[in-house]
């Protein structure tokens, strides 16, 4: 089965403090990983994704296929990083996104 | 660049009634997905078009269809409308497949 699974659905953080929201998949094959992100009334975004390997606003995430896990981490959270946010899986030459049912962040100041 | 549009934004309707929204991807952009979130079920997937193909279609009834035109805007359609449909429908656009994909701001039907 392909699935997301995010275990918590809130973590809250004071500002400053490492990040990691868990996210991990279970899919046969070599799937393609996301995070999205939606701030405050805005429109659901991409974040990161794991084939690019890239750090966007300080976050990162590596795909660790052992554990089947794609976590998001952040050594020093900031407040403009409170938002909820989705780990998706898309499986192999398709534009399906299996989204996980989200993290709330809450960076308190 | 204007981003993904979606119409109506706000919908309400009866149960037994269909529906169609719209969605027009960002300019050049061939690929249209749709995707329902409620508060039990989260973001499902719906359809993936590509080139007015349906590349592929998540698990919903057959109430549910849609299509994609010549000029990349897709259209989906729910019949006979039942109370588990009140949902914020989303669209996502891309550039081509496995690309990023770029959300609208959605659909919130209402439907009583």
């Known amino acids: 089965a392909q699935r997301v699974t995010q275990p918590e659905k809130l973590l809250s953080v004071f500002k400053g403090a490492p990040v990691e929201l868990k996210c991990n998949y279970s899919?046969?094959?070599?799937?393609?990983l996301f995070w999205y992100v939606q701030y405050s009334r805005q429109r659901l975004q991409l974040l990161l994704r794991?084939?690019s390997r890239e750090s966007i606003k300080g976050f990162t995430a590596d795909l660790n296929k052992g554990e089947t896990s794609f976590h998001l981490k952040k050594p020093f959270a900031q407040e403009e990083d409170s938002a909820m946010y989705y780990c998706a899986l898309s499986p192999y030459n398709t534009d399906k996104l299996i989204f996980g049912t989200g993290t709330r962040l809450q960076v308190f100041p | 660049k204007a981003g993904v549009t979606q119409t109506p934004r706000y919908l309400i309707k009866t149960r037994g009634q269909q529906v169609t929204l719209s969605c027009s991807p960002i300019?050049?952009?061939?690929?249209v997905s749709w995707y329902q979130q409620t508060p039990g079920q989260g973001l499902q997937f719906l359809f993936e078009?590509?080139?007015?193909?349906?590349?592929n279609k998540g698990n919903f009834p057959g109430r549910f269809s849609g299509r994609q035109f010549s000029n990349s805007r897709s259209e989906m359609n729910v019949s006979t409308l039942e109370l588990g449909d009140s949902a914020l429908y989303l669209c996502?656009?891309?550039?081509?497949?496995?690309?990023?994909?770029?959300f609208g701001p959605g659909t919130r039907l209402t439907v009583l």
């Open positions: 899919y046969s094959g070599s799937p393609e």
């Open positions: 794991h084939i």
């Open positions: 996502a656009s891309s550039l081509v497949q496995i690309d990023e994909q770029f």
């Open positions: 300019s050049g952009h061939r690929s």
């Open positions: 078009y590509f080139s007015e193909t349906q590349r």
